[in-house]
């Protein structure tokens, strides 16, 4: 996100600061709307993770179009009305894993009478940095071989940033069909009193 709005927005410094800000901003207030809806008894982690994940590839889409035409809205208003949407659902994927992973990990530690959390925590990381770098991987061929596109500013950038979007949000409802069918994200919701 960060190379897009360098690239295919173009922002200065200022507003390349701005919308960081307003990005890191909405990210902590979404912490605080997730840990109410984790807590909650009719949601729970993992209808409140389910819901973010999909309001988060409902969203990403948006990328595609953002600076692309020259609309009334201000380009920078723009990406920050993006930043805040985005940040809702950014917002619980980072918090929500680590909430889940603790239940789990309690959980099996009140069966089996052993304390394994680092080795929950530990497992996690493999699988997410095995993915995290077929992301970038993908991500920089996306970039590299896609063609090059101009928007209506003269603003030339490879045409894989139109596309990203799309593709993530894709990534995003796969994953959730996944954790959906295959995640107890609340083991300890039946056993509290």
């Not at 410094?13 to 109410?36: A, C, N």
């Not at 239940?103 to 530990?122: C, K, L, V």
């Not at 139109?162 to 894709?170: L, Q, W, Y």
């Amino acid at each position: 996100v960060l190379a897009w709005i360098k690239d295919v927005l173009g922002f200065s410094t200022i507003e390349y600061l701005i919308f960081g800000l307003v990005l890191l901003s909405s990210i902590f207030i979404g912490y605080i709307f997730w840990i109410k809806v984790g807590n909650n008894p009719k949601y729970g982690k993992t209808k409140g993770f389910i819901y973010a994940m999909v309001f988060l590839a409902i969203v990403m889409p948006s990328m595609s179009i953002i600076g692309q035409l020259p609309i009334i809205i201000p380009i920078i208003l723009q990406a920050i009305i993006f930043a805040i949407l985005t940040s809702f659902g950014l917002s619980a994927y980072y918090l929500m894993p680590y909430a889940i992973v603790a239940d789990i990990a309690e959980e099996d530690e009140r069966r089996t009478g052993e304390s394994r959390a680092g080795m929950y925590y530990g497992f996690e990381s493999i699988p997410l940095n095995i993915a995290q770098f077929i992301g970038y991987l993908f991500t920089g061929a996306l970039l590299d071989f896609l063609p090059k596109m101009t928007n209506y500013a003269g603003r030339e950038f490879s045409s894989g940033y139109i596309a990203f979007g799309p593709i993530a949000s894709v990534i995003i409802l796969a994953s959730v069909v996944v954790f959906w069918r295959y995640v107890n994200a609340d083991p300890l919701k039946d056993k509290n009193p």
